[in-house]
């Protein structure tokens, strides 16, 4: 076993609707939306229009900044419509797919047989390359950066995430494929890093090529970006590359099948689903094929990722290019009679010593989105926040810093290590309602402005 | 005008009901803590010391009097609700009122730290306060305290320190001296070679008994709120259950007083062991309630260290070696107070500095 890492800091948040480990629904839409906006620092430009007919990896966007990054379609089929918000903004192309599934062949090759350059080209050329991600500010990596090295976590921590075990159990192979790629682009290794809790067990652990780091800890101990602080912080003008294992498999299954297979087990979760489980589909799948998880009920919200960090979409938005959970709570719209006086509330979750849910530590909670307060200034001393952030950052500074839109204390407080959803259980637990995670997105923003 | 409504409406209606505003951007579920169940629960922590002060404000009466015994626990106790309850609703009254009409004009929803503030402030301050030295020092203290720097969590110094400091320094006559602390009756004087002074100032001997049995159990005069040590402890047991106040600060704070304290001992010059001076006068009401209020304390966890131990040495320099103040608490805080943003400057430099050297080693 190589080195494990404590991390002492952090919270499971105990919500209700784990999905059982069975397949319960495989979906083949009936529509397929490529959404630009799922893709950080991604410019699009539209390379079909409507009616065009395109193939499974066939490109549909590329970036204006790097237009060898490009963007697939993930069935073939035609191009139904080309949706565009205010002011012209693309949000989304719609393919309808085909009767005939084709696939686009890119080749079968071997990464060992290949040089940087050509790993580099097939990924591109196949449209995977948004699966590769930046730190510091979490956006597209460039392929003409060489990183100082490579990370993955092979497990997540977030509330109801979706267990990788189970979604990628079977696909080993083709991760090792995608590991091998990556180790090529990059002179400091591939590192993983594993839960302590099912180190032994897991398949992940098998995996050849690679730096294994142990991590135990709760949320988000299972965050990429935690990780990297722990092994090989980010620092100005150092690169690192993350893949999550599903951008892995897809990218081994580019090098092992010579095709561009984004299809994904995803955990369909949360209090208000229907019988929790996984669903077999695809990204830019409708969430109406998943209905029979939602229910009729009015006040659903449907979120495309997790709990924490995912993005709303409703029933008519579609499933984002980098979830495999789809979270489904209730809108807490409810007002509560003199609730923050209740000294029991024995039905609401707190971390806060003042509530009672320290009693009931096993206990699960069907949260809703109710935001229990007011938005206010920062009260609560720095070391309140820095209780469930397992990283060497002080973080009240570090968003005061944003807050103020100062570059420089940004800098010095971390701003290169940490992408939103770090600090996603900061936000959870602050009394004072602040948007942690808003004020940190606009913090990395203003930083790719003043570095441009 | 308007904007003041709203704002007071809407406290109101958030006071009642937790509203059922639903989050738009980030996590989708929240935690169901919010800072009116924090504020509430500091307010909570100070009522022993309420109701034992209360309590007290009628003992002392008896004594002075003459004829009272503790044993009259309800008459006691009325007649100093009585007394201290005026000083709650002005307090409040006139607190509230700039705090609503400040978020107006800020465009903000109701701070609740005004229910802790609004409550300190009759704790803190002699019974006999007249009220409209209360409602201008409480009227200063919330204006020029807090609300130009932004309102609760923007501000530098405890806003119920401030209003004590500048009713101390305004109208010093009715802030110390050995009369101010016992409440009388319209008519009434006192026993003949009464003393009311409080054991910091006691210079001879007093009616009541100055034991350190007194002083812990608080039968002694002073500020309402500040003289039972029980009462205060008790609070300080919810605060730390609870994780609102730092321990870092208090035991600073503690640790400080002995240091100084013990050197006083040593060399001679204190009146009382350095262990006596955490039972009397301000010192254990102000290191729990006041010292780690989260705004105005340091920030950083070794930062609320040095912060305990500077209010603890200052506080006992000043009761030491300052001929003018018997008490040094208010202004040991206040000083705190201001020296906090610098401790945690420095503290934070550092750790940037650490950072960076880490970073040269790894990259």
Not at chain 1, 24 to 34: F, G, R
Not at chain 1, 189 to 209: Q, R
Not at chain 2, 68 to 85: D, E, Q, S, Y
Not at chain 2, 281 to 293: I, K, L, R, Y
Request: with cysteine.
């Amino acid at each position: 076993m190589s080195n494990k890492i404590v991390l002492k800091r952090g919270l499971d948040i105990p919500v209700s609707g784990k999905a059982e480990c069975r397949i319960s629904k495989t979906v083949s839409p009936d529509v397929v939306a490529v959404c630009p906006a799922d893709f950080k620092g991604f410019i699009p430009r539209l390379l079909v229009k409507e009616g065009d007919s395109v193939s499974c990896g066939s490109p549909v966007l590329a970036d204006k900044k790097h237009p060898e990054i490009l963007v697939a379609s993930p069935v073939s089929g035609t191009v139904k419509e080309i949706v565009r918000g205010e002011k012209r903004k693309l949000l989304a192309v719609l393919v309808t797919p085909g009767e005939k599934q084709e696939r686009l062949d890119f080749g079968v090759k071997s990464p060992e047989s290949l040089d940087a350059g050509q790993i580099k080209a097939a990924i591109l050329e196949s449209g995977l390359w948004p699966f590769i991600i930046q730190r510091p500010y979490g956006i597209l990596a460039n392929p003409a950066d060489t990183p100082k090295a490579v990370f993955v976590s092979a497990f997540d921590t977030a509330p109801l995430a979706a267990s990788p075990e189970f979604t990628l159990g079977d696909r080993m192979a083709d991760i090792q494929t995608g590991i091998d790629a990556m180790a090529k682009l990059t002179g400091g290794g591939v590192h993983i890093g594993l839960n302590a809790a099912n180190y032994a067990s897991t398949p992940f652990h098998k995996l050849e090529n690679v730096v294994t780091h142990v991590f135990e800890g709760k949320h988000p101990a299972g965050n990429v970006g935690v990780q990297i602080s722990h092994v090989c912080p980010v620092t100005k003008g150092s690169v690192i590359w993350t893949v999550s294992p599903l951008g892995l498999a897809a990218i081994g299954a580019l090098f092992n099948t010579g095709t561009y297979n984004v299809r994904r087990k995803v955990a369909v979760c949360g209090p208000l689903a229907i019988e929790p489980a996984y669903a077999d589909t695809l990204p830019g799948a409708p969430m109406s094929t998943l209905a029979g998880f939602i229910g009729n009920s009015e006040d659903a919200r449907v979120v495309s990722g997790n709990i924490l960090s995912g993005t709303t979409v409703g029933r008519e938005g579609y499933l984002g290019f980098y979830d495999n959970t789809v979270t489904i709570l209730k809108e807490g719209t409810e007002e509560e009679l003199l609730g923050w006086m209740n000294p029991l509330r024995l039905k609401l979750f707190s971390n806060d010593m003042s509530y009672f849910s320290w009693l009931t530590p096993k206990k699960k909670y069907d949260m809703d989105t109710n935001l229990h307060g007011g938005p206010r200034a920062f009260v609560m001393s720095d070391r309140y926040y820095a209780k469930v952030l397992p990283m060497d950052i002080y973080p009240v500074y570090l968003l005061k810093a944003c807050l103020a839109g100062d570059i420089d204390k940004m800098e010095q407080f971390g701003i290169y290590e940490v992408i939103p959803e770090d600090l996603a259980v900061c936000e959870f637990i602050d009394p004072s309602k602040n948007d942690i995670q808003q004020i940190i997105a606009n913090g990395i923003r203003l930083m790719l402005k003043e570095m441009e | 005008m308007k904007k003041f409504w709203t704002a007071t409406k809407d406290a109101f209606a958030t006071f009642l009901h937790v509203p059922g505003t639903v989050t738009r951007s980030g996590a989708h579920v929240r935690d169901s803590i919010d800072l009116k169940r924090i504020m509430i629960i500091v307010v909570i922590a100070l009522v022993p010391a309420a109701l034992f002060g209360m309590w007290n404000v009628g003992y002392q009466h008896q004594l002075a009097v003459g004829g009272g015994t503790a044993a009259h626990i309800w008459p006691n106790f009325w007649f100093g609700f009585l007394k201290v309850l005026p000083l709650f609703v002005v307090s409040y009254a006139v607190g509230l009122f700039i705090e609503f009409f400040s978020s107006g004009l800020r465009g903000e929803e109701v701070n609740e730290g005004y229910l802790v503030t609004g409550f300190l402030i009759p704790l803190i301050v002699p019974v006999t306060t007249p009220l409209w030295m209360l409602a201008l020092a409480v009227a200063f203290a919330v204006i020029f305290g807090k609300e130009v720097f932004g309102g609760t969590g923007m501000n530098i110094w405890n806003p119920a320190l401030l209003t004590r400091a500048f009713l101390f320094f305004s109208y010093p006559s009715a802030m110390s001296g050995s009369e101010v602390w016992i409440a009388k009756k319209a008519g009434e004087t006192f026993a003949d070679g009464f003393t009311g002074a409080t054991p910091l100032a006691l210079d001879g001997a007093a009616q009541y008994s100055n034991t350190v049995w007194s002083q812990f159990l608080g039968t002694i005069p002073g500020s309402v709120g500040e003289t039972s040590i029980i009462a205060i402890l008790l609070g300080a047991c919810i605060l730390l259950w609870t994780g609102i106040a730092s321990w870092k600060v208090m035991c600073g704070s503690i640790i400080g007083a002995l240091l100084v304290g013990g050197i006083g001992d040593l060399a001679g010059i204190s009146t009382m062991p350095c262990w006596n001076q955490l039972l009397v006068g301000g010192f254990a009401f102000g290191t729990v309630f006041m010292a780690t209020d989260p705004v105005t304390s340091a920030q950083t966890e070794s930062g609320k260290w040095i912060y305990g131990l500077l209010i603890g040495i200052l506080c006992i320099t000043v009761r030491l070696f300052n001929p003018g103040y018997a008490e040094g608490m208010m202004l040991a805080i206040l000083m705190g107070n201001t020296a906090a943003p610098l401790i945690d400057h420095c503290v934070v430099t550092s750790h940037i500095a650490r950072r960076a050297r880490k970073f040269n080693v790894t990259a």
